[in-house]
């Protein structure tokens, strides 16, 4: 009996280790950038994230090729001559939650983040808020924050092309539900 | 139940269940990694900037919704032993051909097109299909695109037998590799058929052509192109192969090219059989083309 009690009890705590995991195929990104010619925005829906809540970490990917542009000229610009989408085909994001939310309570926590955020083959540390939301099993993220550009080796031709701002705003919204395996 | 069997058991069940929660303690970046599938096979973007290198096709084709407006303009010869010279400022003067085209994207694979060139005063109209795209795996190592036209000559009834006489097609297949981010290599088979040819010429001719577009700096490409017809001289006509050399130069929201040639016209199915100027002779051409884009709709 003692046998079988410590059996469910790693069956439980192996379930409650699954548990801790969610994932998210779908998110959001979209970045927008005010320019003297144009303003450009371009929108990503197929964000992968990742959130241990047992470790509070976090990760993100996001595809460049993934981002629409209203544009297609400017898309292939975007891709082919600023983030070389093809040398550095993804971004990524990851960070630990620095604030400590109670994962099990729902309701709604801004939290701050620091961890590594690498563009175009350049690896930042940075730190930035988000705001989780928790009903029950499920948990949305929202963020707002600035990139700027030259940080990440981004070089535009300034004379020839001032079509692009020296910040830009990225939104963030993921939805994370638990990874099953 | 034996104790030390159902110790064992217990050791394994606690030794997988371990295993298990590895994986979870795993870097979480590299387990997102392996759960996400997008990003592994992308159609390869930009083999070429435009239609065309400099006298053939790419197997690019207008995006969906959008219009290209192309404005082609191929001057005089520039060697005096050809008819330029000073005197009319390297063929600066003279225009031996210039198109004017409007090119659709009917969807991102499919483009249809019309023109009017000077030479031979063709009308022309067009399709270019993108059979198969390369992707940036090793899954499609190479762009397919199909090219078809027709051309009508609004030649003066005078100078024409039969209606029918004013038309020619050609047919190509278009094969590109992207090697690098740098350097694309595209090759082309075709097939120009006329209805009404000089005597002793022939009516189908098979060709094959070839280019590059190598990009030296980040916004600096060499161009590069040639083709070949399989076909013999005519009394009194010598052919050359049409070649194009030029400097292609991008400023972000247009591409610049500085292009010569030793081509007779700028429709396929003119240089292709009417190309009689040698480089050797000078009997090269100052050649650019003004392309504006512009979309329709949203995506």
Same mark, same amino acid.
Request: aromatic share 12%; net charge neutral; charged share 25%.
């Given at each position: ?12 705590? /192996? ?38 809540? /047992? ?19 400017? /898309? ?47 690896? !930042? ?32 031709? !300034? ?23 | ?299």
């Amino acid at each position: 009996m003692k046998k079988l009690l410590f059996l469910l009890t790693l069956i439980y705590w /192996q379930f409650g280790q699954a548990q801790s995991v969610f994932i998210e195929k779908s998110g959001t990104v979209s970045f927008y950038s005010e320019a003297p010619l144009e303003n450009i925005e371009a929108v990503h829906s197929g964000v992968n994230a990742i959130l241990n809540t /047992q470790t509070n970490e976090l990760a993100f990917i996001v595809t460049i090729r993934g981002f629409k542009f209203e544009k297609e000229l400017m /898309q292939e610009h975007f891709n082919e001559k600023y983030l070389e989408s093809d040398k550095y085909p993804k971004a990524t994001y990851k960070c630990n939650i620095v604030d400590s939310i109670k994962w099990d309570v729902p309701g709604t926590y801004e939290v701050g983040s620091t961890g590594t955020f690498s563009l175009h083959g350049v690896d !930042k540390e940075i730190s930035e808020k988000g705001t989780f939301t928790i009903a029950g099993n499920k948990i949305n993220l929202k963020s707002e924050f600035k990139i700027a550009i030259a940080d990440y080796n981004i070089s535009i031709p !300034k004379l020839l092309f001032q079509n692009i701002a020296d910040t830009v705003l990225v939104k963030l919204e993921c939805n994370f539900e638990p990874f099953k395996k | 139940m034996n104790l030390s069997i159902s110790r064992h058991v217990l050791l394994t069940v606690f030794i997988l269940f371990s295993a298990g929660s590895l994986f979870a303690q795993d870097d979480l970046l590299s387990k997102l990694e392996s759960v996400s599938e997008d990003g592994k096979s992308e159609y390869v973007l930009a083999s070429f900037k435009g239609d065309k290198i400099i006298n053939v096709n790419t197997t690019e084709t207008v995006k969906k919704q959008n219009l290209d407006v192309r404005i082609h303009h191929l001057f005089g010869n520039i060697g005096k032993e050809s008819g330029g010279g000073f005197h009319n400022l390297y063929g600066f003067d003279q225009s031996q051909d210039i198109r004017i085209g409007f090119h659709y994207g009917l969807s991102d694979r499919l483009m249809a097109g019309l023109s009017r060139s000077k030479r031979n005063e063709n009308f022309e109209g067009l399709l270019k299909f993108k059979l198969l795209q390369q992707t940036t795996d090793k899954k499609t190592p190479l762009s397919i695109t199909l090219f078809g036209n027709a051309t009508f000559s609004a030649k003066a009834a005078s100078l024409v037998d039969k209606d029918v006489h004013r038309l020619t097609y050609n047919t190509q297949v278009i094969l590109a590799r992207k090697f690098s981010s740098k350097f694309s290599l595209v090759l082309i088979p075709s097939y120009l058929h006329r209805n009404f040819v000089e005597a002793e010429d022939e009516n189908d001719i098979i060709s094959i052509g070839g280019g590059f577009r190598w990009k030296f700096t980040k916004s600096t490409s060499i161009i590069a192109d040639y083709f070949h017809s399989f076909r013999s001289d005519i009394p009194g006509r010598e052919f050359f192969d049409p070649i194009g050399l030029g400097v292609e130069i991008e400023t972000g929201g247009h591409v610049f090219s500085i292009m010569f040639t030793n081509a007779s016209g700028i429709l396929e199915n003119d240089y292709l059989v009417n190309t009689e100027d040698d480089w050797a002779k000078g009997g090269i051409k100052f050649s650019f083309i003004v392309s504006r884009m512009f979309k329709f709709g949203k995506s």
